[in-house]
Nanobody, 125 residues
Framework: QVQLVESGGGLVQAGGSLRLSCAAS????????MGWFRQAPGKEREFVAT????????YFADAVKGRFTISRDNAKNTVYLQMNSLKPEDTAVYYC??????????????????WGQGTQVTVSS
């Protein structure tokens, strides 16, 4: 089992940057592909980015491609989401998640078994 805790959210002006962190507990963190999702008020949760267990492979939603990067430090049991050139439409609660099966780099919520509690990101115009 993996427990996840996100941090780093906050209020930022459009064009600014934030870095989200997701700290994981459990010895098997390095076995899991990890993902970031977000949910805006009144909208469904949507895929943002995913990274393979080793960090060698990443994949992004079109809406964030070129602006967001995802990385991980398996020694620290942490995955990161660097968000640059933020837009008001990026405003959402951001969640990190661990994949199921562990090696799958999925783009759907149902492909992730463990979730954090979320961190709010608000981008003002």
């Amino acid at each position: 089992q993996v427990q996840l805790v996100e941090s780093g959210g906050g209020l930022v002006q459009a064009g600014g940057s934030l870095r989200l962190s997701c700290a994981a507990s459990g010895r098997t963190f390095s076995s899991y592909a990890m993902g970031w999702f977000r949910q805006a008020p009144g909208k469904e949760r949507e895929f943002v980015a995913t990274i393979s267990w080793s960090g060698a492979n990443t994949y992004f939603a079109d809406a964030v491609k070129g602006r967001f990067t995802i990385s991980r430090d398996n020694a620290k049991n942490t995955v990161y989401l660097q968000m640059n050139s933020l837009k008001p439409e990026d405003t959402a609660v951001y969640y990190c998640a661990a994949a199921n099966p562990p090696r799958l780099m999925g783009v759907q919520s149902k492909e992730y078994a463990y979730w954090g509690q979320g961190t709010q990101v608000t981008v003002s115009s």
